[in-house]
């Protein structure tokens, strides 16, 4: 063991140290160590003796080395238990001889092995050990001899020696173990509320360790333990009187140590002397009678009991003696505080009373002591207050402050001492204080100790309160529970007389304190104390303290200027409270106390918010003041450290402090929600009261201006907004007193005040209908029954028109025009936010807008329209059933009223909201009626409706009830459509012009919209009632209006002239503005015939409205203006467009619009120039789209009309020379629309016979058509004569008038004449025929309908331009049978068009004929080939007919035009450029395509071709020498590429493909005309040199000789072309029998010529000639063999 190997080690030292000098201690300690080498554990050690004896030997020779090395062992064996108890009549004795040597370190040792021998099992027992053990501990403290350390040790050895004979007196009488606050007193915490907080912990820590084995009875008997502590007790307190004791063997002891060691034994120990009788006795007459012989100052005290370590031990003992045992010493303990309390007020010492206050202040900080003190005391009739004596007391000592010569420096020193104390350095006094800066400490002191005396009564008594609400005897004032008037607990009423006892006299003290001080820690303190003491005095519902500390607290919050104290004080107060209040216009500065004792009130409004009642106004005077300064730009917040008073405000700190409070300040109200509710209503009475104080005409008159009243009633409608807001839960008890106080502000006569009450209305009521109750009311009724939304709405039903109503009352009841409007803002700002929730309010709503829609004022209007807007716009969906019609009346209110146009215009776009919600509903309602066939529904079917109409379903069997709305109630749609529509046509008629065009929208963009939706008996109501009436009084009024031009708005003058606005000329006057307006009409119309034509044509007597358009649509286009007329086109465009594509549009409806078009066009509009050019335009293009969407529907009369009526549209009379000459300017409008809609008039397959008339009317268009219209004139008479009887079946009647659309009677007349025109019978009521008409048979000639001047008319070249392509376009896409019949006359028709180049060669029409000439016949030679010969639906005679008439126009064109001489001015070089490669073209097509291509041409054309040709060739070479020169080079060109256009159609390449009979013919006929051509050429070249002589040929000659000659040499002809040369026989039969020859026979014929040109002088063909002849020798075989 460890054990054993030390104390070996130590005897080893021992017996080294003794090796010399003690020979036997040395031999005692070796035999020692031989000894414990056989021992094994401390209880064997302890039964051998031989150990413990030669350490007790080694103490004996008392060397001081030998001593500390024997005590400490002998400590160490002890300490291990290695001794025996008997052992100790040894050890006491050498214990007793070392004390008294003089070593030091021997004595201290010799105190630890008597503090071992305390703690072991040695522990004395009897009384002679063990007054021997503590005489030892005396005898060292009190000898002479013994150093400080020594005595120091042995005092403390003497106390532990102490605590451990009293633990085992605790621990033999079986005492509760826990020892009762050992120093309680001696330790603070940093604040006084900890410290109170502290003592209750103890207290109840104290009751649990002395009662925790149950209750405690006194006992007589002691064990012997407990006599040893008697004795020792009873020694004690002789020592501390000063007497002799002879059980201790001490003869004298410091009183002072004696005493403190009394205490420590009365603090320590409590259950002995509560238990043991003899104990008890002791304490109280032995320890009491000491204590109070110390306690006396009547006297001078001489001696140690005169100094201050003694008074204080006395007063901590009297202190524990009050504190434990009040309850059993209650006389002693009453003299006890008797003399306490008058030794504050003695002329003692500062010192002195400086303990005395300690003592007096720790038991105010301890909840318990002073509980017990004043149940004991105060409570007890018998005895003196004593509580209430010392809080006087206390408060004495604090009202020493007053004092003028000292009181500064002294509260600068309390200040100071607080702030130590909050960071955690306690303050101690100093003995020897002497000097005048230790005196004022000294004061301070004092002051401080009473200061915290009376705080810590303040905090006991808070904590006895929350005792009391803890356990039930007192209401918390957070219950909202009513509180009981009187408290009967024993708790309460114990804290109901300690404050009626003390709150004056605390009140005045701390408020003293608290007006004098300025250091931060003392300030929160004494807030803390009022904080604490006003929160008891209302859970105690003690209402006259509560307000004296209210006033009190609210006196430091605010810092007034003195001159507004000093007017303040001259004046009566009107409460309890302060009256001054902040004056904005002055610099307020709030200094550290003042926000430390406003966040202290509201800390007390905070947890008092259920009981203050009517105090509640001494609050919000003080908040309302503090509102002020926060908003006012002149408060600041002075800090302590700083040395200037006043600063700025800087972001660092000054906000931070203003925005907590202000913070803080919202917070009270806002915690209003968990107020009891009448306590809320106190809180809006005190408001309300403080609001009327300070409204103008009721103020006490303190002096404050207008600012500082708005300011206080600002402050009190914000806060009643703000508890209104954070009560919503309960707000039906509130809302009465906010709104009658509100109402009240908005009567008064200051605009300010009046603003400020709208706001708060808009506030409150938004804030009401945003609650959590009226959004769960609002789900309700989407999601539950009809039942269960009634019951909601019964219950909130009230609410919520009490909400609404003081809107009404602000606007019938105000006559302020500001307030009008501000509760219009306010409504919608409601309807804006919250209007979805609304349900019981909307008829007092729509009252209110209905009435303002009658108002004058414009912004008045303006904002209740923007409220209905809301409306309609969106809360539409939750507005009950039976409003709805309501909110439709008033919309009709808002676009009627003429104060705001755009009002009413928007309120017109609202209409057609309302349709596209009503709409959603008929889903549903018809829904219903296909289910539920023949039973009427008020949902579904009108009232009116007939029985036959039950059954009828939608318009279209496909729509789906989905996407439909759930409504509450039931709502009849039918009904709220018709309003609707009333409204709207009502409104159509309105003077102007911009709203019954909206009206007019609206109500044909609604009926498109929904019309899907409407039953068949809804659009019969909707065509007779609303749409025809409409369509005929707009266009009465239109009819009836004046045409007077309007002057704009004045603006100004300007030179003495007025200066008016301009008006678009299209706009001024009323029957324009009239004839816009139907033109909206028509296009509605359109629209609604456009969008649902198949099923209106199903409706009964729709025939007859058809036929009333119609004639309406007549009218308007021969009467109407332009804008009307062209309405009135579209109008029939857009339905045939529509439907005929689909088949949706049978054949009379399609025919009637044909017959109007033929009538208004033969009759010819009233108006001309741009307007009739207009109109015929429209009707062009409507004819073109017209045809192209319903093709399948024209036969073939219906095509003549088509064309007849296109030739109206287009014709016009011959013009005059003036016309002639703009005509060269441009073509016609209406010829250029009717150049656009041709190609779309092209026939179908079942009108292929039309191509015929299509083309030839076309070419009567051209050029040069006059000479052909005469010639044709008899037979035009005769077919147009055919044509005008059929027309006259199908003309309208001429004069056939309008009247009234809507008039049954007139649309039967019109009826009448219609039926004629189409001849339906009445076997087909809705006018479609079960068959198409006849066809016509008879030919339709164009000419029959045009004169021979219309015609002429368009006989001009700018139009034919135009027309040509479009004609050869149009031709090339006919059928080849028609192509054929009329192939002829296009040709002929661009041969005139071809022979205008003579006339003006820089036209365009002869090259655009041109090109179209080319483009035919180049696709009919194409077109031959493909089909590899002739069409076999084509005649041979219309073919030889065709080529006859092409060969006319080559034989004119080319030898007339082409390749002639021009004026040089004529044409520019690019155009001569460009025309030379046409002709160039028009050559090739001829040779190229024409002649080489089998094309079926007889010979004599192919001849005719041929020798147009050759005399196109022939002009170079006819021409005589002296005029060719001046032949310009374009002929000469021309005429070579003819010449060489024969030269190709001789020649044979070897192609035996391409060689067929066709070509064989034309090359036979090519050959014979080309031999002769190049024979006359060389011979009159010949010729023409010989004449010459020496001169030379011009230029062209030679060029053209040369061409001949290189042409001939390259020629090859076939051996069928060679065979019909005019050659010798023999010669053929040479060609024949030479196989080589290359088919040059041609060269043959012309040998002999060949022969006479070797002598010509020109070197070139000589050499021509030369390579010519060489080709003959090799043609003969004649070449030269090499």
């Keep these: 063991m460890a054990f054993m190997a030390v104390l070996e080690a130590d005897l080893r030292a021992l017996s080294a140290e003794a090796r010399r000098r003690y020979p036997t201690v040395k031999d005692g300690a070796e035999h020692a160590i031989l000894k414990l080498r056989s021992l094994s554990n401390p209880s064997e050690i302890a039964h051998n003796e031989d150990i413990l004896r030669i350490f007790l030997m080694a103490c004996e020779v008392k060397s001081v080395k030998l001593s500390v090395i024997g005590l400490s062992c002998l400590q160490k064996l002890i300490s291990h238990e290695a001794v025996a108890p008997s052992a100790l009549k040894e050890i006491l004795p050498t214990l007793k001889a070392h004390a008294e040597m003089v070593d030091e370190t021997v004595q201290l040792k010799t105190l630890q092995t008597i503090l071992i021998i305390f703690q072991s099992r040695l522990h004395p027992e009897s009384e002679d050990n063990m007054a021997q053990a503590l005489g030892i501990c005396l005898r060292l403290l009190e000898s002479n001899r013994s150093s400080d350390s020594v005595r120091n040790t042995a005092a403390a050895t003497f106390r532990q020696a102490v605590a451990l004979i009293f633990d085992r007196v605790i621990l033999a009488e079986s005492l509760p173990a826990g020892k009762g606050g050992s120093g309680s007193q001696n330790f603070r915490t940093y604040s006084l509320t900890g410290d109170v907080s502290r003592s209750i912990n103890q207290s109840e820590s104290l009751e649990s360790d002395c009662f925790s084995g149950g209750p405690l009875f006194m006992r007589e008997n002691l064990t012997k333990a407990g006599k040893l502590g008697l004795r020792l007790l009873e020694d004690l307190t002789a020592l501390a009187a000063g007497g002799s004791v002879t059980w201790l063997r001490v003869l004298s002891l410091q009183q002072t140590f004696a005493l403190d060691i009394l205490e420590f034994i009365l603090s320590n120990y409590v259950a002995i002397f509560r238990t043991l009788v003899s104990y008890e006795q002791v304490l109280r007459h032995q320890i009491c009678s000491l204590l109070m012989t110390s306690l006396r100052t009547n006297a001078e005290i001489e001696g140690e009991a005169g100094e201050p370590t003694f008074r204080r031990l006395v007063l901590r003992s009297v202190a524990h003696v009050i504190r434990l045992y009040s309850s059993s010493l209650v006389t002693e303990c009453e003299v006890f505080l008797s003399m306490l309390i008058r030794v504050t007020s003695l002329d003692l010492p500062l010192w002195h009373r400086i303990l005395v206050l300690e003592v007096l202040r720790g038991f105010c900080v301890e909840a318990r002591t002073l509980r017990l003190l004043f149940q004991n005391f105060d409570m007890n009739p018998k005895n003196t207050n004593i509580v209430e004596g010392m809080v006087k007391a206390l408060a004495r000592v604090v009202s020493s402050i007053q004092v003028p010569d000292t009181s500064e420096e002294s509260l600068a020193a309390v200040a100071g001492m607080f702030s130590s104390k909050a960071k955690g350095i306690e303050w101690s006094l100093d003995n020897d204080a002497s000097n005048a800066a230790v005196v004022v400490a000294s004061e301070a002191h004092a002051i401080t100790l009473a200061v915290e005396g009376l705080l810590g009564v303040v905090f006991t008594v808070a904590a006895l309160t929350d005792e009391a609400v803890d356990v039930g005897e007192v209401e918390s004032p957070r219950s909202e529970s009513d509180p009981p008037e009187s408290c009967t607990g024993q708790m309460a009423v114990l804290c109901m007389s300690m404050v009626d006892s003390m709150w004056l006299t605390i009140l005045d003290a701390l408020s003293l304190i608290l007006t004098r001080s300025h250091g931060e820690a003392i300030i929160l303190e004494i807030l803390k104390g009022y904080q604490a003491f006003t929160q008891a005095c209302g859970v105690l519902r003690a209402v006259e303290p509560l307000n004296s500390f209210l006033a009190s607290l609210c006196k430091f919050t605010i810092n007034v200027p003195n001159e507004a104290e000093k007017r303040s004080s001259a004046l009566p107060s009107p409460g309890s409270k302060r009256s001054e209040l902040v004056d904005q216009r002055d610099s307020i500065v709030l200094t550290p106390k003042n926000v430390q004792a406003l966040r202290t009130l509201f800390n007390v409004a905070h947890r008092l918010h259920n009981v203050l009642g009517p105090s509640w106004v001494l609050v919000l005077e003080t908040l309302s003041a503090l509102d002020r300064a926060i908003h006012s730009p002149h408060a600041t917040i002075e800090e302590v450290s700083s040395t200037v008073p006043k600063l700025t405000r800087e972001p660092s700190g000054q906000y931070s402090d203003f925005n907590i409070l202000s913070s803080l300040n919202s917070q009270l109200f806002e915690s209003s929600a968990l107020m009891h509710i009448s306590a809320v209503k106190s809180l809006l009475s005190a408001l309300c009261q403080l609001s009327n104080q300070y409204m103008p005409g009721n103020s006490s008159g303190f002096g404050q201006t207008s600012s500082q009243q708005v300011g206080t009633i600002s402050f009190s409608v914000e806060r009643m907004i703000s508890i209104l807001v954070n009560n919503l839960h309960r707000v039906e008890p509130l809302w009465d007193q906010v709104v009658g106080h509100l109402l009240e502000l908005a009567e008064n006569n200051n605009q300010q005040l009046r603003n400020m009450a709208l706001d708060a209305f808009d506030q409150s009521i938004c804030a009401v209908l945003g609650s959590d109750k009226f ?284 200066v008016h606005m301009l008006i678009h000329h299209s706009r001024n006057t009323a029957q324009k503005q009239w004839d816009e307006t139907l033109v909206l009409v028509l296009g509605g119309i359109a629209r609604l015939l456009r969008s649902f034509f198949p099923f209106l044509r199903s409706l009964s007597n729709f025939w007859s409205g058809w036929e009333s358009l119609l004639v309406f649509v007549r009218n308007s286009i021969l009467n109407g203006s332009k804008e009307v007329a062209l309405a009135a086109i579209n109008c029939l465009q857009t339905i045939v467009l529509s439907h005929s594509p689909k088949g949706n549009l049978p054949m009379p409806y399609l025919k009637s619009v044909l017959d109007v078009y033929e009538l208004v066009l033969q009759r010819r509009p009233n108006y001309s120039g741009n307007a009739a050019s207009k109109v015929k335009q429209e009707i062009l293009h409507g004819l073109g789209e017209i045809y192209m969407q319903a093709q399948k529907m024209f036969d073939e009369g219906m095509y003549l009309q088509l064309l007849e009526i296109i030739h109206l549209a287009v014709g016009q009379p011959k013009c005059n020379s003036d016309n002639m000459e703009a005509e060269t300017l441009h073509v016609p409008l209406v010829q250029r629309t009717m150049l656009e809609i041709l190609p779309q008039l092209c026939p179908t397959e079942h009108l292929s016979s039309m191509w015929t008339l299509l083309l030839r009317e076309l070419l009567l268009y051209l050029p040069g058509s006059e000479a052909s219209l005469e010639e044709k004139e008899a037979e035009t008479e005769q077919a147009s004569c055919s044509r005008n009887h059929n027309q006259e079946g199908v003309k309208v009647a001429p004069q056939l008038d309008v009247g009234s659309v809507a008039n049954k009677q007139n649309v039967a007349v019109a009826k009448t004449m219609l039926t004629e025109t189409h001849k339906i019978t009445s076997d087909f009521p809705n006018g479609v025929s079960s068959t198409s008409q006849k066809k016509t048979e008879t030919p339709f000639l164009s000419s029959g309908s045009l004169t021979k001047d219309v015609v002429a008319g368009f006989s001009s070249n700018l139009f034919g331009e135009k027309l040509v392509p479009v004609l050869v376009d149009i031709f090339l896409l006919a059928p080849s049978v028609e192509k054929y019949n009329i192939f002829p006359e296009i040709v002929q028709g661009l041969g005139r068009c071809m022979a205008t180049r003579r006339d003006t060669p820089d036209g365009a029409l002869w090259r655009l004929a041109v090109e179209g000439f080319n483009r035919i016949l180049v696709d009919d030679v194409n077109t031959t080939n493909i089909n590899h010969g002739r069409d076999s639906n084509v005649s041979r005679t219309a073919r030889i007919r065709l080529w006859k008439e092409v060969a006319d126009i080559y034989e004119i064109f080319l030898v007339g035009s082409c390749g002639r001489a021009l004026p040089s001015n004529v044409l520019s070089p690019s155009a001569l450029k460009a025309d030379e490669s046409l002709e160039m073209t028009i050559l090739n097509v001829l040779g190229d395509k024409i002649l080489i291509t089998e094309t079926g041409i007889p010979l004599d054309i192919l001849e005719r071709l041929v020798s147009t040709l050759d005399r196109c060739a022939s002009r170079t070479c006819c021409l005589p020498v002296e005029t060719v020169g001046l032949l310009p080079s374009h002929s000469s060109r021309f005429s070579l590429a003819c010449l060489q256009k024969l030269f190709s159609l001789c020649n044979y390449a070897c192609e035996v493909d391409q060689w067929n009979s066709t070509r064989s013919e034309v090359c036979k006929i090519a050959i014979m005309v080309l031999v002769s051509r190049c024979e006359y050429i060389l011979r009159r070249f010949l010729i023409d040199e010989n004449d010459l002589g020496e001169r030379s040929l011009p230029a062209v000659r030679i060029e053209e000789i040369i061409f001949v000659l290189q042409e001939l040499a390259r020629l090859v002809i076939h051996p069928d072309t060679a065979s019909i040369l005019s050659l010798p026989t023999y010669l053929k039969d040479v060609l024949a029998m030479n196989e080589n020859h290359d088919g040059r026979a041609h060269l043959l014929v012309l040998f002999p010529s060949f022969c006479e040109l070797v002598i010509l002088r020109e070197p070139r063909v000589r050499e021509l000639v030369q390579v010519v002849l060489r080709l003959v020798s090799a043609e003969l075989g004649l070449q030269k063999v090499i």
């Design 775 to 1058: 959004q769960s009311s609002a789900l309700s009724r989407c999601h539950h029954a009809d039942d269960q939304v009634e019951s909601t709405d019964t219950q909130l039903g009230s609410l919520e028109c009490a909400v609404i109503s003081p809107l009404s009352v602000l606007y019938f009841s105000n006559q302020n025009l500001d307030v009008r409007i501000g509760s219009l803002k306010i409504l919608l700002h409601v309807l804006e936010r919250y209007g979805e929730k609304l349900y019981s309010s909307w008829p007092s709503i729509l009252d209110m807008l209905r009435s303002v829609a009658n108002a004058v004022e414009k912004e008045i209007i303006s904002l209740g329209f923007q409220g209905l807007r809301v409306i309609m716009n969106d809360e539409l969906s939750t507005i009950p059933a039976h409003c709805i019609d309501v909110c439709i009346e008033v919309t009709g209110a808002y676009s009627s009223q003429k104060t705001e146009l755009n009002i009413s215009l928007t309120a017109v776009g609202l209409l057609w909201t309302t349709t596209d919600f009503i709409a959603k509903g008929l889903i549903h309602g018809h829904a219903e009626e296909r289910e539920i066939v023949g039973i009427p529904t008020t949902q579904s079917i009108p009232k009116q409706r007939r029985p036959e109409e039950r059954e009828e379903q939608s318009i279209y069997s496909n729509n789906e009830a989905d996407d439909q709305v759930p409504l509450v109630d039931v709502i009849d749609h039918n009904k709220l459509l018709f309003s609707v529509f009333s409204l709207l046509q009502q409104l159509g008629a309105d003077e102007r012009p911009e709203v019954r065009n909206s009206a007019i929208r609206t109500l044909f963009q609604t009926l498109g919209s929904h019309g899907q939706k409407l039953s068949r008996s809804m659009w019969e109501d909707c065509l007779w009632n609303y749409v025809f009436p409409t369509l005929d009084c707009v266009s009465q009024m239109a009819a009836s209006s004046s045409t007077d031009e309007w002057q704009g708005k004045e603006l100004g003058t300007r030179r003495g002239k007025a």
